[in-house]
């Protein structure tokens, strides 16, 4: 067997390289990965739920077709605990989906076909909502780069897992920044493709007409086999986009001369951390010496991004969770009568934030307010799609921070709602707009990595790897397995 290590340093593309070469097995990798997690888990908190044994009978299936595979299919992969896999238990941290096994697996994991081989099942905020992994009802995950701070969220899990080498590369979701943002604090790359153009079926719903499923990688051309792999029309889920998708290989390394892109003051100025800023400046600069046309992008509404997103999720959140009663799966908490049974299971089952925010989305859905705030928030996200809509006319690319600051505490914002939720101020506009948007280490900041976001029109994701990849060809950062 290769050098445990050796494999450990490699990135997924160059490790699916070497089983596609026969140098590797898949059944190789899968033990290396389970050694691994065996090492750190019990530090990083990255999973809900391993599966060392499943792995590597699914890697030995994969290995017997001996070619005809696609190219990821050898690579293990680290699956967020809301996307529905066959056969494994898929929590959404949540204790009211505890013992929940799913018939089928999610959409986005179809080409991986029978043979998925999954690791694990990440930890993520219950129902993933949330900005920091804190809200899991399976403990908080912890970011590699320091133990006592928060990975970011809700895909925390993921992010920890890849950048504590327990998997070489992961899949999120993004509802409000919930791929980008962890990836960022966390120093890897977090995609968030455009809406429709991967499948929500099997992805237990947050937020319907802002979930997106995103990969979370150690470099951009990791991120662009991914997407290649989970991308594409599904007619299972009515808002799949039915757009033929591209080699977004092909392009990658074109660099980015010709391109113009246009830095976000709105999204530079107060609230951002002074280091989390000079390091996107730093990145913008860079970028323009490497061929690009830079100026200013403004995105004049998304500053009101943050409060319409935190009235149009909790809408749909409200909307969404109400099938989780008691009655058709999950917990059932006994109690005389049926409607003490719901209120019974809904208040043993749901942590403090997701019933927050159910109850939020309930009064803001309410006869009297729903012009008041649902109605206004729509008009506001019409707004900022306006505002991308006049930018992507004099830019390809924009770009800004991904997160405001770098790691925090865990604890630190816990108690502070409204300090948690500014976690997303960067990354929730692209969000609301549809748009595709990634997050590339940009540096460091206090020994930590920042994340710098660049975002791009819908469906131009090929465009948008181009910037990023360049982006991480200037960029002082590498990947680094931590801890």
Known sequence: MAGSHSLLDLTAHALAEEIEAGEVSAREAAE???????????EINAFVTTTPGLALERAEAVDARNGGRNLWEGVPLVVKDVLSTRGVRTTCGSRILENFEPLYDASALRNFGDDLIVVGKANCDEFAMGSSTENSAYGPTRNPWDLGRVPGGSSGGSAAAVAAGEGWWALGTDTGGSVRQPAALCGIVGLKPTYGRVSRHGLIAFASSLDVVGPMTRDVRDGALLLQAIAGHDPRDSTSANVEVPDYLTNLEDGVEGLRIGVVPELMGEGIEPGVREVAERVASGLEGAGAEVGEASLPHSGYGL??????APAEVSSNLARFDGVRYGLRVS????????RKTRE????????RRIMLGAYALSSGYYDAYYAQAQKVRTRIIEDFQAAFARYDVLLSPTAPTVAFEIGEKVDDPLAMYANDICAVPANLAGI??????GGLSEGLPVG???MSDHFTEPTLLRAARATEQVADFRYQMKP
Request: no cysteine; glycine share 10%; net charge negative.
């Open 32 to 42: 290396v990965a389970n050694t691994r997690i065996g090492e750190v888990e019990d």
């Open 307 to 312: 409060p319409a997103y935190y009235i149009i």
């Open 335 to 342: 109690a005389d009568g049926v409607h003490e049974m719901y």
């Open 348 to 355: 043993e089952g749901f942590g403090a934030e997701a019933k």
């Open 436 to 441: 595709p948007a990634i997050s590339v280490p």
């Open 452 to 454: 710098v976001q660049l």
